[in-house]
C-alpha cells in the first residue's frame, strides 16, 4: 500500500486539483473547504485499503476524492455535475484513462449529492460506496461536532438550528461499505445519542 499512497501523492490529477482547490476555493466555504477535500481523500484511501481494493480502483477513488468538490470552484447548488466533468475532462486530456473508467469516476462523484427523500446517498457505481463513506465519515468520528459547526457557520445559520437537519439526515443515512460498516457505525450511533441529547435539552429550554 504504501508504494501506492506514493504514486497517488505523485499523481497529477489528484495533487494538482487539491492545489487548486486550496488556492481557488471561497474561503467563507468552511465544511466545504480543501482541508474537507484532503481528508475525504485520505479516509478513501484508508476504505479502500481497509477493503483491499485492487490498486487500480484506488487510484480512480483518489481521482474522485480529488474532485469531488471541485464544481464548488463555480457554484454552491447543484456542484456535484460540474465537478465530475472537470474529472472527466482531466482524465481524457491526461489519456492515460479508458473511457469506462471516465465513466466511473463521473459516477461516483455524482452520487455524493445528498438525495432528499429515501436513503441519504445511493451507490450508483461499484467504487461509489467507499467515496460516499469517505464523503460522510465525520457522521461516524470524534470531529462529528466540530465539522457540524462548521456547516452551520457556512450555511450561516445558528447551530441549533442545523441540528435537527443533521438529525434527518443520520436517520436516512447508512454506510455503504463494508470498511464504513466495521469502522463508523457505532460511533456514528453514540453521536446520534449526543445529538437526541442536545435536542431535548433545546426543547427544554
Partial sequence: MESLITEIKAEPLVT???????????????YHSPDHTRDVLRQTMELAQ??????????LLA???AFHDAGFLEQRPKNEPIGAQMAVQAMSDSGRFSQSEQDLVEQMILDTQLV????AQI????LSPWLLDADLANLGRE???DQTSLLAKELEIEIGNILPMTRALMERHDWQSPAGKRLFAAKKA????????????DKGQ
Avoid at 494538482?16 to 468552511?30: C, I, K, R, W
Avoid at 481497509?50 to 487510484?59: F, M, Q
Fill in 123 to 126: 451507490s450508483n457505481s461499484r
Fill in 116 to 119: 432528499m427523500e429515501g436513503p
Fill in 190 to 201: 453514540s453521536n446520534f445519542v449526543a445529538l437526541e441529547t442536545e435536542l431535548s435539552k
Fill in 63 to 65: 481521482i474522485a476524492a
Fill in 16 to 30: 494538482e486539483t487539491v492545489q487548486h482547490l486550496a488556492s481557488a476555493l471561497d474561503p467563507t466555504l468552511y
Fill in 50 to 59: 481497509a477493503d483491499a481494493l485492487e490498486s487500480r480502483d484506488v487510484l
Fill in 143 to 145: 470531529d462529528f461536532w
